[in-house]
């Protein structure tokens, strides 16, 4: 008789620390973490294609991900988290060609391209 007694106090214990796991409690702090590379405008428009894997690391950082098997492709990430909340993420990947700055892709648009395309649209227009 013991043991079914100490086992019934065993489960309600569990389930008791069970159900206070997603009690969340008024006015806790959620600190914003902040991860990756920081990425800006003023930062992509000083990339320029021709410039050398360490002049872009010069500019950019070290990447968050250098690909072991695919050495012509740098990734960066940059996340914003409050608490388990993603408030931003900006995403930019650079490829290489023989070991120069090939192209870009990402969230970001070197401004003299949007420039030129702003342009050209009003000349359409």
């Given amino acids: 008789m013991p043991k079914y007694i100490f086992i019934v106090a065993l489960l309600a214990i569990s389930s008791?620390?069970?159900?206070?796991?997603?009690?969340q409690f008024?006015?806790?702090?959620?600190?914003?973490?902040?991860?990756?590379n920081v990425i800006?405008?003023?930062i992509v428009d000083q990339l320029k294609p021709g410039m050398s894997k360490d002049q872009?690391?010069?500019?950019m950082g070290s990447p968050l991900i250098k690909d072991s098997f695919n050495a012509k492709r740098w990734?960066?990430?940059?996340?914003?988290?409050?608490g388990d909340e993603l408030h931003k993420e900006q995403r930019m990947t650079i490829?290489?060609?023989?070991?120069?700055?090939d192209y870009f892709t990402g969230d970001?648009?070197?401004t003299a391209i949007?420039?030129?395309?702003?342009?050209?649209?009003?000349k359409e227009g």
Avoid: H, M
């Fill in 114 to 122: 949007t420039e030129q395309a702003q342009q050209s649209a009003e």
């Fill in 26 to 36: 008024p006015g806790v702090y959620k600190i914003t973490v902040e991860q990756g």
């Fill in 108 to 110: 970001f648009v070197p």
């Fill in 75 to 82: 990734d960066y990430i940059y996340n914003i988290r409050r």
């Fill in 95 to 101: 490829f290489f060609k023989a070991d120069r700055l």
């Fill in 56 to 59: 872009v690391e010069y500019i």
């Fill in 16 to 23: 008791l620390l069970g159900a206070c796991s997603t009690l």
């Fill in 40 to 42: 800006t405008q003023e």
